[in-house]
């Protein structure tokens, strides 16, 4: 069974205080929540109201709107209250409760995958109807399945509709793919048009320092029905039950593009304007809210490819949006066996947890290269490292077997600090990110832990 500890849970013990006005129990319709109120009484004072004549009687609970695992729970008594603002009935644990209330975070993940075969498609040609220009026609052959998606023209700094996204199924022709007389290109013609309301287009090449970035306009990819044969994916598997034990659910994003143009290989990360975050801002729907999560699989980047030192994966918190990408095709190689399928997951999981500061810089000591990690072991005292440690490798070019074996856990160690454990760290944090940094010589985490608002 599970036994609490002596002092370790108690009373009143939530993270966010009776100060911050969070835990009110309140009437339908109260607006006044001052120490006053008769229709609202703060967490730990007692509500008086009366039923209605079907006996019922009906309350409303506001919980905290930031910590979670924090806990509620409602008494309630036909007596009032003794002197000491307690019910008889609660020293002789009669009191009718309700069920314990626990507060969650709920995250959404927009996972995007990245086809592997396809083209953009041609500005000179139509932009609607059944037959389409592309850049490139060699993927193309006839009564092939393909799939066309669009996103609204970028770049992007909040939310746009989501009629703005759309994608649509069809098949090429028979004789339906002609080749230009002049390139690469050429014409694929469709066994039937696409819906009059969509139309797909090329957009033009944004600039940065005076280079041309990534494509980024609309495409067609193929799709055979074998997803590893079609698509670069992330593997979400490890991301649940991860962040569960810190009372956050990750939910599918229902975006209606699910699918990414291919890139062969990105320009990284690493200044406003760079090919990636041309490349987010134009295809993730969830850019600018809250609680949307980014993810998606890549076939390259200079980061997957450099010889000194090659990432398994990458993130982005920065500049109104939080997104991730994991060197997908780097990591699974031509074999894809199931265990480089869940190092893949490792890799999912640990880059996602580093769109929450997870391990901040300067607050641990023993994080080897001071960027977001740590060299700890699990909580389970198993010895094996932390999700969150620098390398996947012991330093010797042997893989860390905690990365394959299927487990995604985070570390745990006492710390005055209050940063003890990712698990609390994240608990603890805004939803789930901060997403713009304060001024120079401002440290982000001092202004992270502020009131949410």
């Given at each position: 069974p599970y036994v609490v500890q002596a002092?370790?849970?108690?009373?009143?013990?939530?993270?966010?205080?009776?100060?911050?006005?969070?835990?009110?129990?309140?009437?339908?319709?109260?607006?006044?929540?001052?120490?006053?109120?008769?229709?609202?009484?703060?967490?730990?004072?007692?509500?008086?109201?009366?039923?209605?004549?079907?006996?019922?009687?009906?309350?409303?609970?506001?919980?905290?709107?930031?910590?979670?695992?924090?806990?509620?729970?409602?008494?309630?008594?036909?007596?009032?209250?003794?002197?000491?603002?307690?019910?008889?009935?609660?020293?002789?644990?009669?009191?009718?409760?309700?069920?314990?209330?626990?507060?969650?975070?709920?995250?959404?993940?927009?996972?995007?995958?990245?086809?592997?075969?396809?083209?953009?498609?041609?500005?000179?040609?139509?932009?609607?109807?059944?037959?389409?220009?592309?850049?490139?026609?060699?993927?193309?052959?006839?009564?092939?399945?393909?799939?066309?998606?669009?996103?609204?023209a970028g770049p992007r700094q909040l939310p746009s509709s989501r009629s703005e996204y759309y994608s649509d199924d069809s098949v090429i022709a028979k004789d339906g793919v002609l080749r230009s007389s002049d390139g690469a290109g050429g014409t694929i013609k469709l066994q039937s048009s696409l819906p009059p309301a969509h139309s797909y287009f090329a957009q033009p090449l944004q600039q940065a320092n005076g280079r041309p970035l990534v494509d980024n306009g609309d495409y067609v990819g193929l799709v055979t029905g074998d997803d590893r044969s079609d698509f670069w994916t992330a593997n979400d598997a490890l991301v649940a039950p991860l962040f569960e034990l810190a009372f956050v659910e990750y939910s599918p994003s229902l975006s209606p593009v699910a699918e990414l143009p291919f890139v062969r290989e990105f320009q990284d990360f690493g200044r406003q304007g760079d090919e990636v975050d041309v490349f987010v801002k134009r295809w993730f729907e969830g850019l600018g809210l809250s609680n949307y999560a980014h993810l998606m699989g890549v076939s390259d980047t200079t980061s997957c490819t450099s010889r000194s030192d090659p990432a398994r994966g990458s993130t982005h918190v920065a500049w109104g949006y939080g997104s991730s990408y994991t060197c997908t095709r780097e990591i699974l190689g031509r074999s894809g066996t199931p265990r480089l399928v869940r190092l893949l997951g490792a890799v999912t999981a640990h880059e996602l947890s580093h769109q929450w500061h997870v391990d901040p810089k300067q607050m641990y000591s023993r994080s080897p290269d001071r960027t977001e990690h740590d060299n700890l072991f699990r909580f389970d005292n198993s010895r094996l490292v932390c999700l969150m440690h620098s390398k996947y490798d012991d330093g010797q070019g042997n893989d860390l077997p905690e990365f394959f074996d299927g487990k995604a856990v985070f570390h745990y160690k006492s710390d005055a600090s209050g940063a003890d454990s990712e698990y609390r760290w994240i608990r603890e944090r805004c939803e789930p990110i901060l997403y713009r940094y304060p001024p120079p010589g401002v440290d982000w985490w001092t202004v992270a832990v502020r009131p949410c608002n």
């Open positions: 002092n370790d849970a108690h009373d009143n013990d939530n993270k966010d205080t009776f100060s911050s006005g969070k835990g009110i129990l309140m009437t339908p319709g109260c607006s006044d929540f001052t120490a006053q109120s008769t229709c609202a009484a703060q967490n730990g004072n007692v509500l008086s109201t009366a039923s209605a004549v079907d006996g019922k009687v009906e309350v409303v609970l506001e919980t905290t709107d930031r910590y979670a695992g924090d806990n509620y729970q409602i008494l309630a008594s036909f007596s009032a209250p003794g002197a000491d603002g307690k019910f008889l009935c609660e020293a002789q644990s009669t009191c009718v409760k309700s069920a314990a209330i626990t507060a969650w975070k709920r995250i959404y993940l927009e996972n995007q995958r990245m086809f592997k075969q396809g083209s953009y498609i041609d500005s000179r040609g139509p932009t609607t109807g059944d037959t389409f220009n592309v850049l490139d026609i060699s993927p193309f052959r006839e009564f092939q399945q393909v799939r066309f998606v669009h996103a609204p």
